[in-house]
C-alpha cells in the first residue's frame, strides 16, 4: 500500500505517519527527517539544506526528487510506503509520477489533512521529540504517560526543532500556501485525493484515515 500524507506544517502528518508505519508496516519516507538527519550529520545534502530549512523556504526539486527516487525501490519499500512531506511541488508531483511507472508502482492513496493555519502556529510552539528514537510529543496535546520518559523507548531528553520559532513557522506557512497547495490540487484532477478533517483530536483523525485505509491492514 502506497500513501502521501499531505496538509501544512502542523497539521499532523509526522504523527499519523507514525502510526500508520507501524501498523500497516510500512516504510515512513518523511523528506523533512531525511534533511535534518543529513543537517546532523554534516553531508554535503546537509550543508546545502540547512540555511534553507532555516529561512522556512523549499530545498531544490531537484535534490528532493533524487532523494526519493533511491527510497522508493522495493528493497527499501517491502510493504509499500506513507509519504510524508514529498511531494512538495507539482514538479515534485509530476516526477514523482515519473519514477512509480519506471517501478512499475501506484500510489494508493493521497489523504490531505485539512487544517486552520492559526492554529499550526500553537501545535509547532508546543512540538517536542524525543531525542534518542524521535518520537513526537506535545506540551498540552500530546504529553508522555510519564513526564520526561518516552513512552517509545525510555529516553529521558528531548528537543524541540530550530525551525520551529514562530517568525519561521510563518515562513513555512507561506512557502505551503504558495508552492505546496497546488499539489492537492494536481491529486484531485486524478481522482485519487481524499480529505481528512485534521483540526480533530490525534486519535480522531487516526480514526478517520483508517476509515479510508479500510481493510487493508498488515496482518
Ligand atoms: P518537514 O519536516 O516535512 O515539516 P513540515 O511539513 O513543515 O511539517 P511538520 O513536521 O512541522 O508538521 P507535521 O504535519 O508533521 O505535524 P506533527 O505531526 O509534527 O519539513 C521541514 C523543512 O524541510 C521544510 O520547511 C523544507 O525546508 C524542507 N523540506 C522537507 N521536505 C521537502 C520537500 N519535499 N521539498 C522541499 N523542501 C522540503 O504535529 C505537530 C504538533 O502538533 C505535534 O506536537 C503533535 O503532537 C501535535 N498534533 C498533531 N496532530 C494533532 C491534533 N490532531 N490535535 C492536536 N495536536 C496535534
New binding site residues.
Given amino acids: 500500500m502506497n500513501i502521501i500524507l499531505l ?10 505517519s507514525d502510526y500508520l508505519r507501524d501498523t500497516f508496516k510500512l516504510t515512513k519516507l ?4 531525511m ?2 538527519a543529513a543537517v546532523a550529520a554534516g553531508t554535503e545534502l546537509g550543508l546545502q ?1 540547512k540555511q ?2 532555516a529561512e ?6 531537484d535534490i ?1 526528487i533524487g532523494i526519493i527516487r533511491d527510497a522508493i525501490s522495493d528493497q527499501n519499500c517491502p510493504n509499500g510506503f506513507i509519504l ?6 507539482t514538479a ?1 508531483a509530476e516526477a514523482l509520477d515519473v519514477m512509480l511507472a519506471e517501478v512499475g508502482k501506484k500510489l494508493d492513496f493521497v489523504i490531505e ?1 485539512k487544517v486552520d493555519d492559526a492554529e499550526m502556529v500553537n ?2 510552539s ?3 521529540s524525543c531525542k534518542q528514537c524521535g518520537a ?3 506540551d498540552t ?2 504529553q508522555p504517560a510519564k513526564a520526561g520518559v518516552c513512552d517509545s523507548c525510555g529516553g529521558t531528553e528531548f528537543s524541540r ?1 530550530e ?2 520559532r514562530a517568525e519561521t513557522v510563518a515562513k ?1 506557512l507561506e ?2 500556501h504558495a508552492q505546496t497547495a497546488p499539489v492537492a490540487g494536481y491529486y484531485a484532477k486524478t481522482g485519487t485525493l481524499k480529505g481528512v478533517d ?5 486519535g480522531e ?1 487516526t480514526k478517520s484515515l483508517e476509515k479510508i485505509l479500510g481493510e487493508k491492514k498488515a496482518a
Avoid at 84 to 89: A, E, H, L, M, S
Avoid at 198 to 202: F, K, T
Fill in positions: 496538509g501544512p506544517p502542523g497539521a499532523g502528518k509526522g504523527t499519523q518523511a523528506t523533512g527527517d534533511l535534518r539544506a534553507v530549512m522556512g523556504k523549499l530545498v531544490s526539486d528532493m510524508d512531506g514529498f511531494p512538495r511541488t515534485q489533512l501545535r509547532i508546543g512540538r517536542f513526537g510529543y506535545h496535546f500530546k526543532r525551525d520551529d513555512r512557502a505551503y485534521g483540526m480533530a483530536e490525534i483523525v
